[in-house]
Nanobody, 122 residues
């Protein structure tokens, strides 16, 4: 069992930045590949970014590439999502998740956090 808790969401103006964090407990954090997903009202949950268990490999959705950075600190059992140049289309609930292999598919992830709201508005 792995428990994941996201933090760092909030209200930010267009062009602003936020850093989300996801703290893990339970089984060894470093054994899992991690991902960030988001879900906007009326839309399906979508892939944002993934990072391998070692942190050596990352993958990003085209919509966030160049603006978002995923990272992890295995010593702190934490994964991060640094978001810059935010726009209204980034407004969503953001979720972190753990998987046994890197993937863009939600069904590959075994554990999910509760989500944190990010709202981009002037």
């Amino acid at each position: 069992q792995v428990q994941l808790v996201e933090a760092g969401g909030g209200l930010v103006q267009p062009g602003g930045s936020l850093r989300l964090s996801c703290a893990a407990s339970g089984r060894t954090f470093s054994s899992y590949d991690m991902g960030w997903f988001r879900q906007a009202p009326g839309r399906e949950r979508e892939f944002v970014a993934t990072i391998s268990m070692s942190g050596s490999t990352t993958d990003y959705a085209d919509s966030v590439k160049g603006r978002f950075t995923i990272s992890r600190d295995n010593a702190k059992n934490t994964v991060y999502l640094q978001m810059t140049s935010l726009n209204a289309e980034d407004t969503a609930v953001y979720y972190c998740a753990a998987a046994l292999s890197v993937s863009r598919a939600t069904y590959r992830y075994l554990y999910w956090g509760q989500g944190t709201q990010v709202t981009v508005s002037s």
